[in-house]
């Protein structure tokens, strides 16, 4: 499974940004794809989790009801919604994808929160 982030960028306080996750390879085997975030000296954290069948949902509280997380199982893409994003939203964002075989990261998009 190869997976490919974007969307990243530089926001103001209260925007909003939509990262994408593009996914190829054996996206059969996908069981639940992801959203993490690593902040500058503090480790990985989960920001959301979808599942591939019933598409469930899970956030994590210092995000929810500003963050979203869906996808388009037509075209293999995963995507994160932020909005009002903060300050302490700066991180990089690491798409992930979980399959009986192992996880598999996405490269990593880069969201900075500032005015």
């Known amino acids: 499974v190869q997976l490919q982030a974007s969307g990243g960028g530089l926001v103001q306080p209260g925007g909003s940004l939509k990262l994408s996750c593009a996914a190829s390879?054996?996206?059969?085997?996908?069981?639940?794809q992801g959203w993490y975030r690593q902040a500058p000296g503090k480790e990985r954290e989960l920001v959301a989790t979808?599942?591939?069948?019933?598409?469930?949902?899970y956030v994590v509280d210092s995000v929810k009801g500003r963050f979203a997380i869906s996808r388009n199982s037509a075209k293999n893409t995963l995507y994160l919604g932020m909005n009002s994003l903060k300050p302490e939203d700066t991180a990089v964002y690491y798409c992930n994808a979980q399959t009986n075989d192992g996880q598999y990261w996405g490269q990593g998009t880069q969201v900075t929160v500032s005015s």
């Open positions: 390879g054996s996206i059969f085997s996908i069981n639940t």
């Open positions: 979808i599942t591939n069948v019933g598409s469930y949902t």
